[in-house]
């Protein structure tokens, strides 16, 4: 009998939002235990609001249930690091290090998300003045954030809700810009399944800049109940080595804000039981990767 190597060891996350809407002590408590319950090693947690988050009392939480985390944020029109107006970037600028603050303090490896321009649908493309701010904001973040050995991650999504990143060439054009080597590709396959032509070729491309991965449905739901193709997007992520982490990621309007909810078309619900659907996330994840693995070493 041959001895099977062992499953790959990414860490496999969640995103908070499965769990909670916002980051209260009582929002935080139910979000880590319920991290820790459903098996997973890593909790992502939403910096929308920074100064809603009490670093030090989450760093404990995370502690004591043995979990690991990333902090990610999507920037507002009035946050918009990739806009020409100086007032409007330099309130971007103050956003992320106040957030990369939090991640320090929460002690967290990974600050991640839409980063570089507003989350949102623009009406027109990214001007040359507007990208060269939102490099110039970054560069100066990914600098502080090395100090403490932070990695900050681009985030491409689709179309509707940024007209700066929505490839991983995008994404390595913009890394490219900024020119700091603790910038890298955060992958999504919700995103990725609208403007990648299929899933293998953006992980390649990455490279060993891939950083950081969400893992998504088409329709925000269920993994495996949508048009995601993730045995192809799984055998890619082992073909390339990707030891990072690998976080799950659905809204339901049950759970989030209306604020939120608006931001991205979260019309609504997927499903009611966020314990459930993480339980089923974790399992599906770990199946993914255990079958890609065995694929790879036959
Ligand atoms: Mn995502």
Redesign the pocket.
Known sequence: MTTQPEPPANPIGVHALVFVAGWSPEEAEYAVRSTADAGFDLLEIPLLDPTSVDGPATADLLRRHGLRAACSLGLSFDTDISSEDPAVVAAGERLLHDALEVTRTVGSRYLS?VIFSAMGKYTRPASAKGRANSAAVLRELARTAARDNIIVGL?A?NRYETNLVNTVADALAHIDAIGEDNVVV?L?T??ANIEEGDLARPVRLAGDRLGYV?V?ESHRGYLGSGTVDFPTFFRALVTAGYAGPITF?SFSSAVVSEEFAAALGVWRNLWDDGADLARHARAYVADQLLAAQRLSSS
Do not use: A, F, L, Q
Request: aromatic share 10%; no cysteine; net charge negative.
């Open positions: 998300g985030e999504v955060h999504d919700y995103h969400h998504g990621e």
